[in-house]
């Protein structure tokens, strides 16, 4: 979220980019001033908002993208239910219902199928689509408003609904397809004049020959469309089609007509709509807008059509001449005439002769206008006819006096233009679905868009002055404070695959980085093997001593002649400055002894197969007379198996567990390379390798100083999934791991357990220590908001000290340790799994001796435990 001086908001909520900007008020040569007004804007696209003040018009945008969102999720259950058709069921009143019942509500002039979204105490919200588009429409009324379907019987010796019932053309027959022919019943394929067959009413009215919504999509051409007899306008065939089929499935009645012409009879102020294929000649007709055919003064003949409310039908007057005074607004013109003036539509309007207005350029080329028929100065009470007339831009649609076109440039418009064109061909067509990620130092916003969204913010990232670039992971955009990526979208499965190709990389690197060493160049010799950076893992063997030159910037620079090991003999200069560092693998002479095994340590046996333990002796500390040898469970120094051989003792499989010296110089190595990394994925990596070799050495000698947050946190991490807990885990890790205080946190630590500032409390160590030996879950709390709550919340035990010697020990789910702001769901799933855990956390401190109380809700109607009270026990009382 970021907002300046002047006034200007912007934020990123819930993947959806939010703008707030203020246009300051101006004054025009006319005298017309316009106000200063804030102007929003959601993922690029303008929202209109009165707000006053910024707040107020943040929080409409948030509501936009709340509506936006749900629309987005009830979407895809509402389709099908508005593409299931009207049906034939009587509907009933809809009595009792509950969430996500499918009811009949009443919208639109018609009875619309939906889904119930919420109920309140009065009123019932259903939300529906339509099958004409895929606007989400919500509709709160009274339960005793709202319909069932109550399935009716179809009726004995007449085809069912199901079986592609149509009306025979010629008598009207109901009739239904059977076996290729169609039948009115009791075996009737003819009409009643007996010398031809039922017949179909056409295409409209057979269900099985529907258009699918891909099928309509597809269609070429154009058709003419009137309404009420008006004046015939055309319309792409794919438009029309669509309408004709949105009016069957809301249930209203289509004529067919012969030609693939249709007649849509509304029964409301839609009136009677009739679609055509559109010949040749008016195919071929050069589209002329609807702004340059009727603009002031062009002769038109008028055809009003009224519509009577009690009759429920339209009237259509007698015709006369007129000319046009304005557009009042999208399809609507004002005409007078000589007894007076009016307000029609399109429809009622027919062009009288040559109409069309030409389009005049104002001097230098800045504007194309026209002039839009209404005065600077025309108000709703009075008019000055001397005022001058407004002109409009045809292609920014700016409106004012020639005198202030001719002062006002295009430049913002055409920057836009510009911009968006650009972004068009950055922006591949063969996609129609993207994906944003939003990169600035509050972390990260991701967004799924269509490509007209993803366009528009491409756009304004490069007005903004943004450099763009096609990279690895897509379209990067960068200006200052902000990287915006733009990738094609990617289903789960495929992110799925991409993510098991990137465990496939992470292995094969694990595997590469298992046998190296992070060192100097300076330590460099000749026949030491070298890593080639982290881009490949190809291996090169230094070959020739370092030598020193002067780079073309005059420093001092050094270079190794070295050999690829798995090239074809290719050879090169390896040039570094100093203080750079590489990776060495690691060779017989620098790998660790093999260590001796330590005393307790367990194996297997190569040849029995049974556990044996290494016990070793030393009579006399520091000397050569230490005896150790292999012994099974009864003590038996001697393998079963090899009875009858020369030497029949133990043998350790070679397969068996690593020997703690190696097991110690790989924590090592790992916990080193960690304090001195600051990638996440690397972080994790390295610690989710640490965290699975620490149980082998906690308890050691050679562990015994290391803090109790650093043991949290290694036991933490061994149960943590979420990568971004992880990383921080990993920084907090390698802080304590360098002799970093336990109080001291950075800023993108995670604290384990309790609060830095409380982990040198003794109560609070004990009583983390004793949780871990019991094998409870530590609660893992960061700096990061994102990720605090939710599934990837904190979950586990943290604890408050309460005194010297005394603790409280809460159970967080989810990022919560209370049940305060959750829904009842999220409580009667919750509570049981609180509850047991506090009592396993009593139990274990029940049995190292602790003094426990258990604190509860009086409340509540079921059991809920708040938290667990206890005092360590006291290493100076006495026994008994």
């Known amino acids: 979220m970021s907002e300046s001086t002047t006034g200007e908001h912007e934020e990123t909520y819930r993947g959806s980019h939010i703008r707030v900007t203020t246009v300051p008020g101006r004054e025009l040569g006319s005298g017309t001033r316009v106000l200063a007004h804030l102007a929003l804007r959601v993922n690029g696209q303008a929202v209109a908002t009165r707000a006053r003040t910024v707040k107020a018009a943040v929080r409409r945008g948030r509501q936009a993208v709340d509506r936006t969102l749900l629309d987005a999720r009830l979407l895809p259950i509402l389709r099908p239910l508005a593409a299931a058709g009207p049906g034939t069921a009587e509907l009933a009143t809809a009595g009792q219902v509950s969430m996500g019942d499918t009811v009949w509500v009443y919208g639109w002039g018609l009875w619309r199928r939906g889904q119930v ?4 105490r009065i009123n019932v919200t259903v939300s529906y689509v339509s099958a004409s588009s895929d606007k989400v429409h919500h509709k709160a009324v009274p339960a005793r408003d709202l319909r069932r379907e109550v399935p009716a019987p179809a009726p004995s010796g007449v085809p069912a609904r199901e079986e592609a019932v149509d009306g025979c053309r010629r008598c009207g027959t109901r009739i239904g397809l059977y076996k290729g022919l169609w039948w009115g019943g009791d075996d ?3 009409c009643p004049d007996g010398e031809s067959q039922h017949a179909p009413r056409g295409l409209w009215q057979q269900r099985t020959d529907r258009r699918s919504r891909e099928q309509i999509a597809a269609v070429q051409g154009w058709f003419m469309r009137s309404a009420n007899g008006g004046t015939p306008r055309r319309m792409p065939a794919r438009a029309a089609l669509g309408e004709i089929e949105a009016a069957l499935d809301d249930g209203v009645p289509v004529e067919d007509l012969p030609g693939d012409a249709a007649v849509i009879a509304f029964h409301d102020r839609r009136g009677r709509i009739e679609l055509r294929p559109a010949t040749a000649e008016e195919s071929a007709e050069p589209e002329i807008p609807d702004y340059e055919m009727y603009g002031p003064g062009s002769e038109v003949t008028v055809r009003p059509v009224t519509w009577d409310r009690r009759a429920r039908a339209h009237v259509v007057g007698a015709e006369f001449a007129a000319r046009v005074a304005y557009n009042v607004n999208g399809g609507r013109y004002k005409v007078r005439w000589a007894e007076s003036e009016g307000v029609f539509t399109l429809d009622e309007l027919r062009p009288a002769g040559a109409t069309r207005r030409p389009v005049e350029a104002l001097r230098a080329g800045s504007h194309a206008v026209w002039n839009s028929g209404a005065r600077s100065g025309d108000t709703t009470s009075q008019r000055w006819p001397t005022s001058p007339y407004v002109y409009a831009c045809r292609d920014c649609r700016t409106r004012g006096t020639r005198g202030d076109l001719e002062t006002l440039p295009c430049t913002p418009q055409v920057e836009t233009a510009l911009s968006l064109e650009r972004a068009e061909g950055l922006l591949p067509e063969a996609f129609a679905r993207w994906e944003s990620r939003v990169i600035t130092a509050l972390g990260t916003d991701t967004g799924v868009f269509s490509r007209g969204v993803a366009v528009e913010m491409a756009a304004a990232e490069l007005r903004a002055g943004a450099s763009h670039a096609w ?11 902000f990287t915006t990526i733009v990738e094609p979208y990617r289903s789960p499965e495929e992110r799925a695959a991409e993510a098991e190709e990137r465990a496939a ?7 590469i980085l298992a046998d190296t060493e992070d060192i100097a160049f300076e330590d460099l010799k000749v026949g030491d093997v070298l890593v080639r950076g982290y881009g490949d893992g190809r291996r090169a063997q230094v070959v020739r001593p370092a030598e020193d030159f002067t780079d073309r910037f005059g420093r001092t620079m050094r270079r190794l002649w070295c050999q690829a090991v798995d090239g074809e003999g290719r050879e090169g200069w390896v040039e570094f400055g100093p203080g750079g560092r590489t990776l060495r693998q690691i060779t017989g002479a620098h790998q660790n002894a093999p260590a001796m095994p330590e005393d307790g340590q367990v194996a297997d046996c190569a040849h029995c197969g049974e556990p044996i333990t290494w016990s070793y002796e030393d009579p006399e500390p520091s000397s050569d007379n ?22 029949p003792v133990h043998t350790p499989a070679a397969e068996g567990t690593l020997g703690m010296g190696d097991v110690r110089a790989r924590f090592r190595r790992a916990m080193d390379r960690l304090a001195h990394t600051d990638a996440d994925d690397r972080l994790v990596s390295l610690l989710t390798h640490a965290a699975v070799l620490f149980p082998v050495l906690d308890g050691r000698a050679d562990l015994t100083g290391v803090p109790e947050q650093f043991r949290a946190v290694m036991h933490a991490a061994a149960s943590a999934t979420h990568p971004a807990a992880l990383a921080a885990l990993a920084r907090r890790a390698g802080h304590l791991w360098e002799g970093g205080a336990e109080s001291d946190e950075g800023t993108r630590d995670a604290f384990v357990g309790c609060l830095p500032e409380h982990a040198g409390h003794p109560a609070v160590r004990a009583a983390l220590a004793q949780g871990r030996r019991a094998g409870v879950p530590l609660a893992v709390i960061g700096r990061d908001w994102r990720w605090g709550y939710g599934e990837h919340g904190a979950l586990g035990l943290f604890v408050v000290p309460t005194g010297e010697r005394t603790v409280e020990c809460e159970w967080f789910i989810d990022g919560h340790s209370n049940e305060t702001a959750m829904r009842p769901a999220q409580v009667r799933r919750l509570r049981p ?14 049995d190292a001796g602790w003094g426990v109380l258990t604190t509860a809700s009086r409340r509540t109607h079921t059991l809920r435990l708040l938290s667990v009270l206890a005092t360590m026990p006291d290493a100076n009382a006495p026994e008994g």
Do not use: H, Y
């Open 117 to 120: 979204t919420r109920i309140a």
């Open 188 to 190: 009737d394929f003819m």
């Open 833 to 846: 799994a609180r509850n047991a855990a506090l009592a396993e956390v009593r139990r274990s401190l029940t």
């Open 626 to 647: 230490a005896v150790g040898t292999w012994a099974d469970g009864s003590g038996a120094e001697q393998c079963p198996a090899r009875q009858d051989l020369a030497d």
């Open 505 to 511: 990389e992470d292995l094969r690197w694990e595997k």
């Open 471 to 481: 990279e690895d992971d897509g379209l990067t955009l960068r200006r200052d404070g």
